[in-house]
């Protein structure tokens, strides 16, 4: 194993929604994606799920039980929506996200609707 540089291994690809593994903790993915415009929505049922704004700007749509409210995560900010919430992720402008979830678990959940065809629906790549 060799240090990881974030900047470069964001360098190393262009599509959006798609996550690159750049590396493991035990059991689980150390994801970055690049993102922009409206993920969808999915459920998680078994994971919690982390994010970590590197740059631009996340918004976490949230269905709770006492409603829907957005979450709004500028640069710098970490939020992880819990295991069993309904979420659909939207990037106003283009952002870089770090996601910290266990190796496996699926872009687009356990429960999702519809995929759009620029969503990738993966466990994550490999970092080339
Ligand atoms: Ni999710």
């Known amino acids: 194993m060799e240090p990881i540089a974030l900047a470069a291994a964001l360098a190393s690809f262009t599509d959006r929604w798609s996550p690159r ?8 993915d150390v994801r970055v994606a690049k993102v922009e415009g409206e993920h969808l929505w999915h459920t998680h049922d078994h994971t919690d799920e982390f994010f970590l ?9 949230l269905r709770e ?3 829907e409210r957005t979450v709004v995560l500028p640069k710098g900010s970490v939020f992880t929506v819990p295991r069993g919430t309904e979420h659909k992720p939207y990037a106003p402008v283009p952002a870089e996200i770090l996601l910290l979830e266990p190796t496996g678990t ?15 629906a993966t466990t994550g790549h490999a970092l080339n």
């Not at 593994?21 to 689980?28: A, G, R, S």
């Not at 704004?53 to 749509?61: C, M, P, R, T, Y």
């Open 21 to 28: 593994i750049v590396t493991t903790v035990n059991d689980y």
């Open 53 to 61: 704004v590197l740059s631009g700007e996340l918004h976490i749509a």
């Open 65 to 67: 039980p006492a409603g």
């Open 106 to 120: 699926s872009t687009v959940g356990d429960q999702h609707e519809e995929i759009p065809a620029h969503v990738d």
